[in-house]
């Protein structure tokens, strides 16, 4: 904002000198009220992380303002001395004079981000300029003031100032459980995956505490990962407001998008990918502080698998090409090919993620009914046209293709089992062999029909003489449309 009343860089000038003064005049009073109340000290692993004492110092702003009402007056004397300054300059930016209003003594206004409102003051707004000038290296109260001018310039026209550090970057978030996420990937789509260690300056600790206590507890921020979609916001300051108002233009779908790709990466990687939660406009929390609020984020939908989450599991680390082959089908999700295998996706997801008493027998039924989709099975002899049709697509010799047929017959043997017999005759470690090889036999297919689509007629594929098998393995053309005697 430039005009011949404000000169932005002055005004930076002087906040960040008066910042600087306020700091060293505070701290016997902050050493005094922790005299009173002990200061809490946070150690992990012997690091101290001990959060900077932002409610304290906003608490004693308040109270030396108005230490006349706590009969406190000449106690916060020359601390009121040292805050005066740094207010008065504060309300000569003409975005917050305009909401303070003439009042002198009014030191509250709105403040008004993506719909939803709530009420601050100058107080506040020093405790939060105070909490970002000691994240910042060097001399972070010249930088602080300079974040908090972009903040409160309109973001209109060419001669918007740019915000620092893309604090006016926000996002929506999807939480999960079951990859181990090292670095940020982009997904496409203006989606990207992120570790947890680079999300949670948006998203908070606090969302995982009620269902992730020992992560929050030990720092193992490596279980949890992010899909983001990154958005662009600007505050609005007001003398009064309404706690939610209606967007403009509502967002796009996020949530669902990033659930059907947390569904493809799981079936890439063969591993079950648990949603944990779904958090809406989640802010930089250095920005939240600036404008003199708590971090805040929108709505949270806690994911239907969230008790699946297990603390002492060790995720395999994300692998490049499952990525590719998740990313590229992703790519193409608005297309007929994936709209018509979209619920195969899904059933072979909720196949890995599911637990509970018989959780082996349903993964099993699951792929079956994936596997029969896929291959497009009706009638009689599911197990033998299935055996035909898969060697035929996936194989690349013969070889490969009987190996194929032999572990399609041994996966609907046991799917037989499951569905006909009343106890069970295979053990649970079979079982879990079994479906890991009718997995891999169904994702292989799902992949390469998203990727080159189904062959225009599926006998015809095999009738075509395409496949090669040894000789105990011809069979007479008709068994594939008529049933063997």
Known sequence: ??????????????????LSDLSRAQEPFLQENWRRTPRKY?????????????????????????????????????????????????????????????????????VQ???????????????????????????????????????????EGKDATAVPDDLDIGYDAVLFHGLCLEEETDIGGGLTMLPFERARVFVGESVLKDMAPDVVKFRDWRLVGAVVRPFRWRPV??????????????????????????????????????????????????????????????????????????????????????????????EDRKGDRYGKLAPVVARLAKALARDGQFAAEDRILDVAIALERMYELDGGEISYKMRIRASCFLG???????QIMQSVKKFYGIRSEIMHNRKRKTSLEK????????????????????KDGPPDDWEEMVISGRCSYPTSYIFPLRAITEKRP
């Not at 479906?435 to 799902?446: E, M, N, Q, S, Y």
């Open 237 to 330: 300051f007001r003398r009064r407001g309404r706690i939610r108002e209606m967007e403009a233009e509502p967002p796009e779908p996020f949530v669902g998008d990033a659930l059907e790709f947390l569904q493809l990466l799981a079936v890439s990687h063969r591993s079950p990918i648990v949603c944990l939660a779904a958090v809406q406009e989640c802010f930089n929390r250095s920005a939240c502080h600036l404008l003199g609020q708590a971090h805040k984020h929108g709505f949270v939908q806690w994911g239907p698998s969230v008790h699946r989450f297990a603390p002492v599991a060790n995720p395999p680390r994300l692998r490049t090409e499952a990525l590719e082959e998740a990313r590229a089908a992703f």
């Open 113 to 155: 981000t993506r719909g939803r409102g709530s009420l601050t003051s100058l107080s506040n707004l020093i405790g939060g300029l105070m909490a970002r000038a000691d994240e910042l290296p060097g001399d972070g109260f010249h930088a602080a003031a300079r974040e908090l001018h972009a903040l409160l310039d309109p973001a």
């Open 396 to 402: 690349r010799g013969a070889e490969e293709r009987v």
């Open 42 to 110: 946070v150690l992990v692993d012997e690091r101290d992380e001990t959060p900077f004492p932002l409610d304290d110092l906003q608490t004693l702003y308040a109270r030396a303002c108005h230490g006349g009402t706590f009969g406190e007056h000449e106690y916060y004397a020359t601390l009121r001395a040292a805050i005066d300054p740094v207010r008065s300059t504060l309300r000569s930016h003409p975005t917050l004079w305009r909401a303070l209003g003439p009042l002198i003594d009014n030191d509250d206004f709105w």
């Open 431 to 450: 079982y879990l062999g079994v479906f890991d090889t009718g997995f891999d036999i169904a994702a292989r297919t799902l992949f390469k029909l998203l």
């Open 1 to 18: 904002m430039k005009s011949e009343e404000f000169e932005a860089k002055g005004w930076t000038e002087r906040l960040a000198r008066a």
